[in-house]
């Protein structure tokens, strides 16, 4: 057999009949490189890390949660990691691999609710953030969401440190369309800080009704370019299906399962170690409500630790 591989006590139904097929299928590979050790598999690295958060732990704390548990035994390994092997493969991971998994889950849907949402940092380290981004953090993660309005289902989500205003919200929601455009959603809905002229252009030009209400203060100027923007906008406000928009709300209820289920902050220090646990957790939150058969149902939080009766 393999260096540190043991037939396994019990095996976790749960990693071998759905966490190890999706890795599989987003492209992780079983080893990092074909020159390392092959301690450890990458499938079960990913799997702890999503333990880490599903507990609400440090890497310190989990990797002891799982040698107290013998879940390393349940996937045939002698011993339980170090607790920087998990941090090393952290870092190592790219936020691709994490984002297939939307691709890979999502479905067909007609709509598409956008919002953004903060985490809160536990203990950032705002000069490292400050010299690798070169911005200032007041303590929280921002984060772009988009979801499934009638599935509840998040479709993609984008990381930012910082307070930025939303028109850099507006710049990152035009590259996430490009992402679920092979979803032919039909209505997209957004609260007022969407209000675009631009994004509803291309929301138009794609063939998706953009149910966004309109600033108060808005004024569009007419110009030589655009000379029937003004004439538009004014047809556009007469269509606004409330009904339709009303829909958003389901966005807010995905925000709070997901912090009510993996906590309201994060527990990484580095900004891309931050980008990786917040877009993991609404990852581990669409693997538990596709697992569940029925989105519809409330997320329940159920341990991916499986132990025998």
Known sequence: MENNVLAPIYTLPEFEGRIRPI??????????SKYSKHTYEQYALFYFLMLKIEWKTSYRRTVDKIADLNIHRNLGMRKAPHFTTLQKFASRLGVDVILRIFYLLRRKGWYVAADTTGFETSSPSHYYIKRCDGINVS?????????????????????????????????????QLSE?????????????????????????????????????????????????????????MKRFNEKIYHKRSVIEAVFSAVKRLYGPG??????????????????????????????????IHIYFLLLPP
């Open 23 to 32: 890795l599989i299928n987003v492209g992780l590979e079983r080893y990092s």
């Open 180 to 236: 679920v455009l092979s979803l032919k959603p039909r209505y997209f809905l957004a609260d007022k800080a969407y209000d675009s002229v631009s994004l509803r252009q291309v929301l138009l030009e794609k063939g998706i009704t953009p149910e966004i209400p309109f600033r108060d203060y808005s004024k569009i100027k007419k110009t030589s370019r655009s000379p029937s923007v003004t004439g538009e906008r004014r047809r556009q």
């Open 266 to 299: 994060v527990m990484s220090k580095s900004s891309k170690l931050q980008e990786k646990e917040v877009i993991l957790k609404f990852a581990l939150y669409l693997i538990k409500v596709v697992r569940s058969g029925s989105s519809r149902q409330k997320a």
């Open 139 to 175: 303590g929280f993660v921002k984060v772009s969401v988009l979801v499934d309005a009638k599935k509840k289902l998040p479709l993609h989500a984008s990381v930012k440190a910082g307070k930025d205003c939303h028109m850099h919200d507006i710049k990152m929601l035009k590259k």
